[in-house]
């Protein structure tokens, strides 16, 4: 890890076509379901109003589903249940105490408290116990070479903004890099969300920003 470097929770969000739903601009779009948030919403019930069993703990479950379909809560159920045992996996074959590895995957799914919580090199070694390495020089400046063509690729520093897309050419086709996965030996898979852009008036007067995604998903390269 350089000391830019950073690790962060794995808590998951699930999507799927029983989500919640909120209106935007007049479209309608599913809401993802964060795994923790649904857990710290019942241990605030436990903890907060000591509501451990009975029909006051019912009654919480029973009113989150009313905003959340309980096909989405089992979804959300599967899912930790599914991070967990993949994190097991992945940290066996670092150089990690086996007693140590149920103390890094619970900070990481839930006790670091949010998804944008930062985990820097210091607190990885000697809190997580993880096997952290500092790059010397040459090594530091390859990896800086690698971030800035990745940095590049994805157009990082190059804030997605619709209206700005729209300005140039109505309606505008799109495809967006939006993650990397490269190896050596496995070359290259591409996150690539692709569709077309339009504007078009709402009844109330108000023009709205419509997108019409044809494509989102893998692709080798």
């Known amino acids: 890890m350089t000391k830019q470097g950073t690790l962060g929770p794995i808590d998951p969000s699930t999507n799927g076509l029983m989500n919640p739903q909120i209106n935007i601009n007049g479209q309608n779009i599913r809401v993802p379901v964060s795994v923790e948030h649904v857990n710290g919403y019942l241990e605030m019930a436990k903890n907060d109003f000591d509501l451990y069993k009975g029909t006051e703990l019912k009654d919480i479950y029973l009113k989150l589903t009313d905003y959340i379909h309980p096909l989405s809560l089992g979804n959300v159920y599967k899912s930790k249940a599914q991070i967990k045992m993949l994190a097991e996996k992945l940290l066996k074959y670092h150089k990690i105490d086996i007693e140590n590895i149920p103390?890094?995957?619970?900070?990481?799914?839930s006790e670091s408290g949010s998804h944008d919580y930062t985990i820097y090199r210091k607190e990885a070694k000697e809190e997580l116990g993880l096997n952290v390495e500092k790059p010397n020089e040459e090594l530091y400046s390859v990896i800086k070479a690698i971030y800035q063509d990745i940095e590049n690729e994805l157009e990082l520093r190059?804030?997605?903004?619709?209206?700005?897309?729209?300005a140039t050419k109505s309606p505008y086709q799109y495809s967006m890099r939006r993650a990397l996965i490269e190896s050596i030996n496995g070359g290259t898979d591409v996150f690539i969300s692709e569709g077309t852009l339009s504007k078009h008036?709402?009844?109330?007067?108000?023009?709205?920003?419509?997108?019409?995604?044809?494509?989102?998903?893998?692709?080798?390269e």
Request: charged share 15%; aromatic share 12%.
């Open 103 to 109: 103390k890094v995957i619970s900070f990481l799914c």
């Open 201 to 220: 008036s709402l009844p109330t007067g108000q023009v709205a920003i419509q997108d019409n995604r044809t494509f989102e998903g893998w692709r080798h």
């Open 158 to 166: 190059d804030p997605y903004n619709p209206n700005l897309l729209l």
